[in-house]
């Protein structure tokens, strides 16, 4: 089965300067790979997501980037804000019947 | 609904008893997946998933004290018999469409206390 690596596990940046979260994964079948932020007692929430055929993909500050031949893929956050402090959690997904296979997590912390 | 429910928010059991745990996906939702997680934001770790009505993967369930069961493809239950202090966690669901490349959408989860 799949199996996904997240580092590192804790992190902390001054306010503004960036972040970078990375995660690794076994099966070359994997085609799907979306990050989730969680804040503390809230539900995992999705923030952005790639596809295989796709290299990198931005959304304002957030933006994924996919290398399948090394499989892994990261998370890149610009200009840290307070309220990006949290836990992110990405994943992995192969089939059609949508399974995720998740990191084990990266508690996030930006310092005003 | 416009989300995954999840009922109840919280709930505190005393050791040996059993308590059930209820997920209402969004609707037309396929898949639904169930998920332990330790408190305090821990790795959210899988134990069981559905496709409608059929149970097709439980391999993470820790024991033969939890089961799970979605009867009619829609609400699911996760029932766990004599509890244990260990089985204190948050249990997330989670529900998607069935064809691939799609998020999993999560409810708020049931906080689980065991005294």
């Known amino acids: 089965g799949e199996n996904v690596e997240q580092h590192p596990s804790t992190l902390s940046v001054q306010e503004g300067d960036s972040a970078v979260i990375k995660c690794t994964y076994s099966?070359?079948?994997?085609?799907?790979f979306p990050w989730y932020k969680q804040e503390l007692g809230k539900r995992p929430q999705l923030i952005i997501d790639i596809r295989s055929n796709v290299g990198e993909k931005k959304d304002q500050r957030i933006a994924v980037t996919l290398n399948k031949t090394a499989k892994h893929f990261s998370l890149h956050i610009t200009e840290t804000q307070p309220e990006d402090s949290a836990v992110y959690f990405c994943?992995?997904?192969?089939?059609?019947?949508?399974?995720?296979?998740f990191g084990t997590g990266t508690s996030l912390t930006v310092i005003p | 609904g416009a989300g995954v429910s999840q009922s109840p928010r919280y709930k505190v059991a005393k050791r040996g008893q059993d308590v059930a745990l209820r997920c209402d996906p969004i609707s037309g939702h396929v898949s639904l997946f169930w998920y332990q997680q330790a408190l305090g934001q821990g790795p959210v770790e899988f134990l069981t998933y559905f496709q409608n009505e059929a149970q097709l993967d439980k391999s993470g369930l820790p024991s033969d004290r939890f089961f799970a069961e979605r009867p009619e493809g829609s609400v699911s239950t996760l029932k766990i018999q004599r509890t244990q202090q260990e089985d204190s966690a948050v249990y997330l669901c989670a529900s998607s469409s069935w064809t691939g490349e799609q998020p999993q959408h999560f409810g708020d989860g049931t906080r689980l206390s065991i005294l």
């Open positions: 994943a992995a997904s192969e089939d059609t019947g949508n399974q995720f296979y």
């Open positions: 099966d070359s079948a994997s085609n799907y």
